[in-house]
Each structure stands twice: as C-alpha cells, then as structure tokens.
C-alpha cells in the first residue's frame, strides 16, 4: 500500500504510516476488518498491531510542507520506492490517491499516462502486480464524500478476492 507522505501527526513519532490522524483511523480500521491488521487503530509501536500480507509505504519519506509534497520531492524519494517494491515485489498494490498512484508507476518504470489514476480503477500492469487505485482516506476526503468507509471497503473487497486466487 503506498500512501502520500508521513502523517503530520504520528508517522514520524511512531514510525509507524498512517498513525495520529482521521486517515490512519479509517486505514487501520478497514486493515482489520479485511483481515490485514490484529486489530482496529494504530497510536504507539507498541500496542500490539500485527500487519499480515500487507505493507505500508509512502511515495515521499519525509513530512513536506502543509503535507503536500512538490513534484522534485517526490522524485528525489522515488528511488526509495522502486527499492521497496523491488526487495520484496508484490502481487497487489493500492496507491492511496493520485500521487501515490504516479510515484508507483514511476518507480516500476512505467508511465502515468498509460494509467488513468480514479477511485477504483484497477490496472494489470505488465512488471507483474495488479495495481488498485482509491481516493486517498484523508479527513478532508471523507468528509467532502468524495470518498467513503462504503467506496473504501468496496477497493478491499476486490484486493481480497484478487488475492484469494
């Protein structure tokens, strides 16, 4: 799973992506009830949180200013993913919004363009994993409705029967 950046309120406290704010509540609380986290929430490294078949990553490493990282950011960091996807490649990857979902192709070697990002797009791409899209679990998404805990679980639910097979 590959997100944005750095929560500005936990990810860096914690080490732990997606900790101390409204996306990580949502994030962790879907992990679970598809089976990828012991349990619901994330605050502190050491609540006993056991992620199975899944990895959390972020296109830019560092907390950018007002949480929106700048085009040359995101390719400095880009070499980080392509690693991390290359040390252990996956099967399934869900980009967490239009960034993550660019800095993904980007750090396979393939082009954005030939993958129109949208929530609930899914791309067979051709270096091996089938990449889902969603909206990114921000607060400011959730409580527009652009997304919601309803469309989130739907991208999960497809993920785990993809996975099943």
């Keep these: 799973m590959v997100g944005l950046a750095p929560g500005m309120h936990g990810a860096n406290r914690t080490g732990r992506p997606f900790t101390g704010d409204y ?65 252990r490649p996956p099967r399934a990857i869900l980009a967490l919004g239009r960034i993550a979902h660019d800095a993904t192709l980007e750090a396979l070697g393939l082009r954005a363009r030939d993958y129109a990002f949208g929530h609930h797009a899914i791309h067979d ?28 679980e739907a991208v999960f639910a497809d993920i785990v029967r993809f996975l099943s097979r």
Excluded: W
């Excluded at 950018?64 to 880009?78: F, L, S, V, W, Y």
């Design 23 to 87: 996306a990580g509540i949502l994030l962790y609380r879907t992990l679970h009830r598809f089976g990828f986290g012991s349990h619901e929430g994330s605050a502190d490294p050491d609540d006993g949180l056991i992620l199975t078949n899944v990895r959390l990553t972020n296109a830019v490493k560092c907390l950018p200013p007002q949480n929106k990282p700048d085009t040359a950011e995101i390719r400095r960091c880009n070499g980080y993913l392509a690693n991390e996807l290359a040390a």
């Design 125 to 152: 791409l051709p270096k091996g994993p089938r990449l889902f899209d969603s909206y990114h679990c921000s607060r400011y998404n959730t409580q527009t409705r652009r997304l919601t805990e309803t469309m989130f």
